[in-house]
T-cell receptor, first 113, second 116 residues
Framework: AQSVTQPDIHITVSEGASLELRCNYSYGATPYLFWYVQSPGQGLQLLLKYFSGDTLVQGIKGFEAEFKRSQSSFNLRKPSVHWSDAAEYFCAVGSYNTDKLIFGTGTRLQVFP | DAGVTQSPTHLIKTRGQQVTLRCSPKSGHDTVSWYQQALGQGPQFIFQYYEEEERQRGNFPDRFSGHQFPNYSSELNVNALLLGDSALYLC???????????????FGPGTRLTVL
């Protein structure tokens, strides 16, 4: 079955600390992978995406993610978190032969000053 | 450049009623997808419209239907509302490229539907 797992429901970090949000997927076809961020009351904003090529992708707001096929993972990282990064983060998977995205249940990030 | 817009922002209905939600895609986009996001969950794919036709559908009953207009805007209709239909409904737009490709989807702010 196709699925996305985000093992961490809630993560708390101090401002300036590094961050890694985990994402594992189960998908039969070659995956297209995405990270979206959702602030309270807002829609989803695309942070970055991976379709093919270099497995380390750079996104907006200083985020990056690394695709590891052997581990079926696409973890999101940021070297230094800002208070404005507090939000809900969603990992999603799609493919070239489907129109839908499958989302994980999200990780809520809280940032302490 | 206007992004994806949705209306209304909030909506309250009672069980058994019908509701229509509206979406205008990002300028230049021709494909619209609808997602349901229940509280504390990730979005779930309802269906996608391209060239005014439903192209793919998720695991949702026939009570959920949609339409796409020639200007690419779209409506989501839900009949016989149930309490479980309470959720944030997200619209996403994208540009069709080389067949059924999952291109980057850009999301609107959503419509919060509450069913009492």
């Amino acid at each position: 079955a196709q699925s996305v797992t985000q093992p961490d429901i809630h993560i708390t970090v101090s401002e300036g600390a590094s961050l890694e949000l985990r994402c594992n997927y189960s998908y039969g076809a070659t995956p297209y992978l995405f990270w979206y961020v959702q602030s309270p009351g807002q829609g989803l904003q695309l942070l970055l995406k991976y379709f093919s090529g270099d497995t380390l992708v750079q996104g907006i707001k200083g985020f990056e993610a690394e695709f590891k096929r052997s581990q079926s993972s696409f973890n999101l990282r940021k070297p230094s978190v800002h208070w404005s990064d507090a939000a809900e983060y969603f990992c999603a998977v799609g493919s070239y032969n489907t129109d839908k995205l499958i989302f994980g249940t999200g990780t809520r990030l809280q940032v302490f000053p | 450049d206007a992004g994806v817009t949705q209306s209304p922002t909030h909506l309250i209905k009672t069980r058994g009623q019908q509701v229509t939600l509206r979406c205008s895609p990002k300028s230049g986009h021709d494909t619209v997808s609808w997602y349901q996001q229940a509280l504390g969950q990730g979005p779930q794919f309802i269906f996608q419209y391209y060239e005014e036709e439903e192209r793919q559908r998720g695991n949702f009953p026939d009570r959920f239907s949609g339409h796409q207009f020639p200007n690419y805007s779209s409506e989501l209709n839900v009949n016989a509302l149930l309490l479980g239909d309470s959720a944030l409904y997200l619209c996403a737009s994208s540009l069709e490229t080389s067949g059924r490709t999952t291109d980057t989807q850009y999301f609107g702010p959503g419509t919060r539907l509450t069913v009492l």
